[in-house]
């Protein structure tokens, strides 16, 4: 079985600074990682993934997550928030051969001026 | 254009109502979900079809039913709806990308059972 924790619901940074989302995952095979964000009314939209090779991975607006595995972590962060970037933010994982995914809870990023 | 839609975008609806959602895409993927979103618990899984006639219970799966018209059709009913199904629901799609099956969502059906 496999399964996402997300620490906290709610984390709010100052424009500008450094954004910082943990995620942990537990699983029995070599797992496949996503960041999703949701954006206020509307579906989940995939910001990055990890499947193998590189443990630091790129995705868009300027997001980057890094693999641990001796951690069985995948945190997402980005240097410098924006107001745009205000959103929940999902954690989710599957073992690569089967295509279902098991979300964490979410994380609220709030931006404020 | 949306590659997933979901119609109707909002509903309420009284206890005891038949009630159907439906998701419709355009990507061309065999692989499609059902997912309900709730504060504070994530998205659920519901029900989940690999092709036409591959049809499959996800963890919540009590209280709903599903139907693959197609492969670009695939609807979740709630026989007989009861106000903790108040949420918010999702279909998605998938394939495989890179290595991985990635899912892309349809903008959802926020859902009111009163």
């Known amino acids: 079985a496999q399964s996402v924790t997300q620490l906290g619901s709610h984390v709010s940074v100052s424009e500008g600074a450094l954004v910082l989302l943990r995620c942990n995952y537990s699983s029995s095979v070599p797992p496949y990682l996503f960041w999703y964000v949701q954006y206020p009314n509307q579906g989940l939209q995939l910001l990055l993934k990890y499947t193998t090779g590189a443990t630091l991975v790129k995705g868009i607006n300027g997001f980057e997550a890094e693999f641990k595995k001796s951690e069985t972590s995948f945190h997402l962060t980005k240097p410098s928030a924006h107001m745009s970037d205000a959103a929940e933010y999902f954690c989710a994982v599957s073992d690569g051969a089967n295509s279902k995914l098991t979300f964490g809870k979410g994380i609220t990023l709030s931006v404020r001026p | 254009d949306a590659d997933v839609t979901q119609t109707p975008r909002n509903r309420i609806t009284k206890t005891g109502k038949r009630i159907m959602l439906e998701c419709s895409q355009t990507k061309g993927h065999d692989r499609m979900y059902w997912y309900r979103q709730d504060p504070g618990l994530g998205l659920r899984l519901i029900y989940y079809s690999f092709d036409v006639k591959d049809i499959n219970k996800g963890e919540i799966s009590d209280g709903y039913s599903v139907s693959r018209q197609a492969q670009a059709k695939f609807s979740l009913s709630l026989e007989s709806a009861i106000p903790n199904q108040t949420a918010l629901y999702f279909c998605?799609?998938?394939?495989?990308?890179?290595?991985?099956?990635?899912?892309?969502f349809g903008p959802g059906t926020r859902l009111t059972v009163t």
């Open positions: 998605a799609t998938s394939a495989r990308s890179g290595g991985a099956y990635e899912q892309y």
